[in-house]
């Protein structure tokens, strides 16, 4: 069973924007960073962009300027907001969450979202 919940994606025209929630594991101690993956069609999954429990933004250098990642603390939630979409940007686009549940280092995935990009 997924521990993070995605939410928000679907089909969107070239050119678009599109915004991604995810919310935090209820079960996990303490989160030190969460994140954004994709798998397109027959590729492997590759980073999109993360963000640390101190609001450090690490962005995969082919998507820098064209996103962005936020967090809302209240709601332990993280957003992905995707600008100027292109059909290559079709994937599978999944939650992570890495953190502790003390004694044991916890990582998490959500079951994905797909994003397709079509006219």
């Known amino acids: 069973q997924a521990q993070v919940v995605e939410s928000g994606g679907g089909l969107v025209q070239p050119g678009g924007s599109l915004r991604l929630s995810c919310a935090a594991s209820?079960?996990?101690?303490?989160?030190?960073?969460m994140g954004w993956y994709r798998q397109a069609p027959g590729k492997q999954r590759e980073l999109v962009g993360t963000?640390?429990?101190?609001?450090?933004?690490n962005y995969a250098d082919s998507e820098k300027g064209r996103l962005t990642i936020s967090g809302d603390n209240v709601r332990d939630t993280i957003y992905l907001k995707m600008n100027t979409l292109k059909p290559e940007n079709t994937a599978v686009y999944y939650c992570?969450?890495?953190?502790?549940?003390?004694?044991?280092?916890?990582?998490?995935w959500g079951r994905g979202n797909q994003i397709t990009v079509s006219s």
């Open positions: 963000i640390r429990d101190d609001g450090t933004l």
């Open positions: 209820k079960t996990i101690g303490s989160i030190t960073a």
């Open positions: 992570n969450e890495k953190g502790e549940t003390l004694p044991f280092a916890v990582d998490y």
